[in-house]
């Protein structure tokens, strides 16, 4: 098992360095993004319209945080992964679109997922029950889209530090790890 500590945005060789089983550590900025996310950000394709947010090469966290409003700013206080083979059918044409780095979840992902990240970006395992250890990791929110969705779906733009441990769980190479059965 290897240890690395990385920043957003992630190089592509950094990217293509991760093998399944490395645990990562990482600083910089992340979005949040669900299911209701996932699927505007889908809408807004098809309409060949732009994105208020730059998802080019990005970092998803599969998160709907619990967020407290302090005076002028925004604060998380829970943040723990969301399950992401929910995003299975949403995921791949944003993943091609915007050249997703890293995807950030709970649980596994699907085969469609997989063949999109290929020599492109990395899916990472975050324990879940880990919410206030990962909200403590987040050391800025920077900006919030779509507060319409609600709370949780909204996407959130934070700054993380040393976030983690993340657990390379599909890499770039086409690995996985195995699954039980």
């Known amino acids: 098992m290897r240890k690395f500590y990385l920043k957003t945005p ?3 060789d950094a990217i293509r360095e991760l093998e399944v ?3 990562v550590y990482l600083s910089g900025r992340v ?3 669900r299911d209701e996310a996932h699927k505007r950000i889908l809408d807004i394709l098809e309409e060949e319209e732009e994105l208020p947010f730059d998802l080019n090469e990005a970092v998803i966290y599969h998160c709907g945080p619990i967020v407290l409003r302090e005076e002028k700013r925004w604060r998380i ?5 969301t399950t992401s083979s929910r995003m299975n059918d ?3 044409e944003i993943i091609e679109k915007y050249e997703i780095r890293a995807i950030i979840g709970k649980g596994d992902m699907g085969e469609k997922v997989r063949e999109k990240l290929f020599q492109r970006g990395v899916y990472m395992a975050y324990t879940g029950g880990a919410a206030l250890l990962a909200a403590s990791k987040i050391k800025e929110v920077l900006n919030v889209y779509w507060e319409d969705l609600g ?3 909204a996407v959130w733009k934070i700054k993380v530090q040393d976030f983690g441990p993340l657990i390379v769980t599909m890499d770039s190479h086409k690995k996985v790890f195995c699954r039980g059965g």
Not at 77 to 81: D, E, R, T, V
């Open 10 to 12: 992630m190089s592509i």
């Open 21 to 23: 089983g490395d645990v």
């Open 31 to 33: 979005y949040t993004v």
């Open 77 to 81: 206080i829970s943040a723990g992964p």
């Open 90 to 92: 949403l995921a791949p």
């Open 151 to 153: 709370m949780a779906e």
